[in-house]
T-cell receptor, first 113, second 113 residues
Framework: GENVEQHPSTLSVQEGDSAVIKCTYSDSASNYFPWYKQELGKGPQLIIDIRSNVGEKKDQRIAVTLNKTAKHFSLHITETQPEDSAVYFCAASLGGGGFKTIFGAGTRLFVKA | NAGVTQTPKFQVLKTGQSMTLQCAQDMNHNSMYWYRQDPGMGLRLIYYSASEGTTDKGEVPNGYNVSRLNKREFSLRLESAAPSQTSVYFC????????????FGPGTRLTVT
């Protein structure tokens, strides 16, 4: 079955710097790759996603890149702000159905003011 | 529009007790899911319901049962709670039919002593 590995588990950056979180997946049939942000005491919230027919997607300060050949995808946050501090999860999904979604273990991002 | 709501927010059970976690969504979504979140392990799917009237097992279904009461509501039952079921439980929903993103509830923190 699908397996998703996420690195690093903890990331600390200075405000204004960039942050990069990387994930690899094992099932080459996966075709949907969402990223979720989870703030303390809340449920995860989708921040960006990418489908397998696209190599890169950007939304303001957030971008995701996908390399299907290498089976890895990354989240890039530029100009980080203290409010970006949270836990970020990547996931890989087969066919887009939630029942086929496997999550990474999460990255705790600290943005220091 | 409340999105996904869960009750209760917190619960403490003794080993062997039973309880039902309630989840409801008001987005007219077809699919609903129950996850558990443990430290360092991301989110793991317990059960899902692809559409009203259907339910199926996820990665970690042992010790749980579910009921898709109607399109809005999806409950998770622990028949005989065990300390290994101490976790944070999240309900989620998605629209299906090409709409892949999942919307999560605020979670239920369950402790089994």
């Amino acid at each position: 079955g699908e397996n998703v590995e996420q690195h690093p588990s903890t990331l600390s950056v200075q405000e204004g710097d960039s942050a990069v979180i990387k994930c690899t997946y094992s099932d080459s049939a996966s075709n949907y790759f969402p990223w979720y942000k989870q703030e303390l005491g809340k449920g995860p919230q989708l921040i960006i996603d990418i489908r397998s027919n696209v190599g890169e997607k950007k939304d303001q300060r957030i971008a995701v890149t996908l390399n299907k050949t290498a089976k890895h995808f990354s989240l890039h946050i530029t100009e980080t702000q203290p409010e970006d501090s949270a836990v970020y999860f990547c996931a890989a999904s087969l066919g887009g159905g939630g029942f086929k979604t496997i999550f990474g273990a999460g990255t705790r991002l600290f943005v220091k003011a | 529009n409340a999105g996904v709501t869960q009750t209760p927010k917190f619960q403490v059970l003794k080993t062997g007790q039973s309880m039902t976690l309630q989840c409801a969504q008001d987005m007219n979504h077809n699919s609903m899911y129950w996850y558990r979140q443990d430290p360092g392990m991301g989110l793991r799917l317990i059960y899902y319901s692809a559409s009203e009237g259907t339910t199926d097992k996820g990665e970690v279904p042992n010790g749980y049962n579910v009921s898709r009461l109607n399109k809005r509501e999806f409950s998770l039952r622990l028949e005989s709670a065990a300390p290994s079921q101490t976790s944070v439980y999240f309900c989620a929903s998605s629209g299906g039919q090409g709409r892949y993103e999942q919307y999560f509830g605020p979670g239920t923190r369950l402790t089994v002593t």
